[in-house]
């Protein structure tokens, strides 16, 4: 079917997701950026594009759509398949919990577990049981912010607080510098291009937030082209994907305040964490789809006096 063919035969969202899925299905596309199958990543991919709610493809199913509409889908659809990038460098937008982010190969897509985490503690009805008081925290670094998502949701969360933010890469300091603007924040948040705490000396936190690359050498390797298009830095952790992590633990007493403490992300390396580190007190963070990819550790544990 040529593209003439598509925007004439295809004329509602529902034949647009129809034919996105068949595509998709057909090119054997990886998924894992917010989506984890071909009828989410086409709804998700199509609903963003037409600037619709990601999260309400019923209603619009049957509405009959533009010409103008039409050859944008089917553009995208076409680039999704062709390209193999995330639906989300597609579209320029990812989200976290509803709320809306702009992305570009710059940054890996935004899809930290620690996003949940804050809305889920924090909105819920008793607070949380371990996160600090929100209205007291005074002071948050976000290492490895890249596209600067959980150091916009750290300014929400945590209204009185200053939110430092780091990342080794320069553009994606840029792009975390256009979402700090979008969301307003950019009298609350403060950028430092460097690794890990070096641009930080002096300084100490209450809360330190961390979701730094933690992807071993074997699944590195192995990365379909959609994991391929992010920036591999973003990923790379080391031969078993906790070197940054290691790095962290090492650092974080000298920049927590002794009733602080650290969230942090590891993806799959609970075991070889807590044979490292047996006199560390983690706590592990159940969400929607894990039960060991987060960790939080007080400032006590760490040994912060």
Not at 8 to 19: F, G, K, N, Q, S
Not at 113 to 127: P, Q, T
Not at 136 to 154: F, H, M, N, Q, Y
Not at 262 to 285: A, K, N, Q, T
Request: net charge negative; with cysteine; proline share 6%.
């Amino acid at each position: 079917m040529t593209k003439d063919d598509i925007t004439h035969e295809l004329v509602t969202l529902r034949d647009y997701w129809r034919y996105a899925i068949s595509r998709f299905n057909a090119a054997d596309l990886s998924y894992g950026h917010g989506t984890t199958t071909a009828g989410d990543d086409a709804a998700f991919l199509l609903l963003d594009s037409l600037d619709l709610p990601i999260d309400a493809l019923d209603p619009f199913l049957d509405a009959r759509l533009l010409p103008a509409e039409r050859r944008l889908l089917g553009e995208r659809i076409e680039a999704r398949v062709s390209t193999r990038k995330p639906s989300a460098y597609l579209t320029g937008r990812s989200y976290i919990q509803g709320v809306r982010f702009h992305v570009d190969e710059r940054v890996i897509v935004p899809r930290s577990h620690i996003g949940e985490i804050l809305f889920s503690e924090y909105l819920g009805e008793h607070g949380s049981s371990f996160l600090p008081d929100p209205m007291a925290v005074e002071s948050v670094v976000d290492i490895c912010t890249g596209s600067g998502c959980l150091a916009v949701l750290a300014a929400k969360f945590f209204p009185a607080a200053t939110v430092d933010a780091v990342d080794l890469s320069a553009d994606a300091l840029e792009v975390a510098e256009l979402n700090i603007a979008e969301h307003d924040v950019a009298g609350q948040v403060n950028l430092f291009e460097g690794d890990l705490f070096a641009p930080l000396a002096g300084r100490t936190y209450d809360l330190i937030i961390t979701n730094p690359p933690y992807v071993d050498q074997e699944a590195l390797d192995g990365y379909p082209p959609e994991f391929r298009a992010e920036p591999k830095m973003a990923h790379d952790g080391g031969e078993d994907g906790l070197d940054l992590v290691r790095r962290i633990l090492a650092d974080a007493p000298a920049y927590l305040n002794p009733e602080g403490g650290m969230i942090c992300e590891i993806g799959s390396g609970r075991e070889i964490l807590e044979e490292e580190f047996p006199h560390l007190d983690f706590v592990w963070l159940e969400t929607e789809q894990s039960q060991d990819a987060v960790f939080w550790i007080s400032a006590e544990a760490l040994g912060v006096a």
